[in-house]
């Protein structure tokens, strides 16, 4: 160890804590009580110091296997970034942290990351709706979501992309694939990984779509992080939560359950004879909750209703997440590290889980925005006036430009310019 360096148990990681909480963490394992202090406060013998970040690795720097704390994951997985609660900061030892949480895997897929989260940050967003052994289809990327924090890190972007986007996908020799002009986006998630669903298909499906979607945005993107999940990973996470509390915006039937939560012996249930979420505010048992965001069906703006509405939960488990009554009772936060564990594969770029977590640690879900592409509205005309084939949908130009503006960081100012574009969220 070199002189200067210091011990495991004394480097630090600065989480956030729900303001007016004792000064040490709810979550702190028996033993370890008072090893946490509020920020600025340490014992007489030492004096205050703040938090000892890890350097962020120099471009080109090889990236060794690194596994991520799943108190980070976990709210990865949650919005595609570190969400922690608002309120006065907490100092809590790394070695507590590895006590506390057991790691995951973690994969080094993304090609070309930005070495540093110092400015704006993107974040890439998979989530699949995995119901059975891979296929093509269910292989696919059924959500995909681009996180944009611009370089203030005041603020959280969610952007959704239809999966039926048509759009060029590069070749990938690993893949034995040549590329294509014109295919479904959702696709090149199921070419990357193929018929390997573990955390390296994964990752090498994730990096096949972050290329797509690095090569259709003006200006081209590169991702910080990407985050990929089995959309049924939530359901643990709902039922460690007892469900959440969402406001269901358009009358939506179930075309998975019927009234009672009893599932058809195969297929599909018809449009109309399913469960019934009504207009209005409700509390969702955890099922519940992840019913209501897979329906398209029976929604006039199809895709886009279970994109808003995909989103509008992921707000409300954050909201849950952050609260005080999730973060100071221990034995929920240990259930909440065994449900996410297994089914998620990550990406965290060059960049430290300490550095990320200090970097967010001022953001929450209210401030998060939700936007719709294209405004929310089905278009079949592409940008040089061609109409796509089947079932794709094509991109407007407002789109394009704003997918421009997440590149370039303007986001905020193509908003003021296109309320339209912003999901309200009641």
């Known amino acids: 160890m070199s002189p200067h360096a210091e011990p495991e148990a004394t480097q630090m990681l600065a989480i956030a804590q729900p303001a007016g ?12 009580a008072g090893v946490a202090h509020r920020a600025g406060q340490r014992p007489p013998s030492s004096p205050p110091r703040p938090p000892q970040l890890p350097p962020v690795l120099k471009s080109g720097s090889p990236r060794p296997p690194r596994k991520a704390p799943r108190w980070a994951v976990l709210s990865i997985i949650l919005g595609g970034i570190v969400m922690l609660a608002a309120g006065t900061v907490v100092v809590l030892p790394k070695l507590l942290l590895s006590y506390a949480t057991k790691n995951i895997p973690k994969v080094n897929a993304l090609p070309d990351p930005p070495p540093s989260i110092d400015g704006p940050i993107n974040i890439l967003m998979l989530g699949m709706d995995q119901r059975g052994t891979a296929t093509d289809d269910s292989s696919r990327a059924d959500t ?126 018809p449009v109309g004879e399913g469960k019934f979420y009504k207009k209005g505010q409700h509390h969702f048992a955890p099922w519940e909750a992840l019913d209501y965001a897979r329906q398209r069906e029976s929604l006039p703006d199809s895709d886009y209703g279970r994109q808003r509405h995909q989103q509008q939960l992921m707000k409300a488990i954050m ?37 990320w977590v200090f970097t967010l640690r001022g953001l929450n879900p209210n401030n998060m925005v939700m936007i719709k592409t294209n405004a929310g509205q089905f278009n079949k005309i592409d940008i040089n006036g061609h109409r796509v084939s089947g079932s794709n949908q094509a991109l407007t130009q407002d789109s394009m430009d704003m997918l421009a503006a997440v590149s370039k960081d303007t986001l905020a100012d193509f908003l003021a310019q296109h309320p339209d574009f912003v999901a309200q969220d009641k």
């Not at 909480?21 to 370890?32: D, K, N």
């Open 144 to 269: 995909i979501i681009i996180a944009h924090i611009p370089a203030s890190h005041d603020a959280l972007y969610l952007v959704s992309i239809p999966r039926d986007t048509e759009v060029a996908i590069p070749p990938d020799p690993e893949a034995g694939y040549a590329g294509e002009d014109a295919q479904k986006i959702n696709a090149a998630f199921a070419i990357g990984a193929g018929d390997d669903l573990s955390p390296d298909g994964r990752g090498r499906g994730g990096a096949l779509t972050a290329q797509t979607i690095d090569q259709l945005v003006p200006g081209g993107l590169k991702f910080n992080a990407m985050a990929i999940i089995n959309f049924d990973g939530f359901l643990g996470i709902l039922n460690v939560l007892g469900g959440v509390d969402m406001y269901v915006d358009e009358d939506t039937y179930s075309i998975h359950y019927y009234e009672d939560g009893s599932k058809p012996a195969k297929g599909d249930i």
């Open 319 to 355: 909201g849950q997440l952050a609260s005080k009554g999730t973060l100071t009772d221990v034995g929920k936060l240990l259930d909440l590290q065994k449900a996410a564990g297994d089914l998620l594969t990550l990406d965290l770029g060059p960049v430290g889980i300490d550095e």
């Open 21 to 32: 909480s004792p000064g040490a963490f709810a979550g702190v394992p028996q033993g370890f």
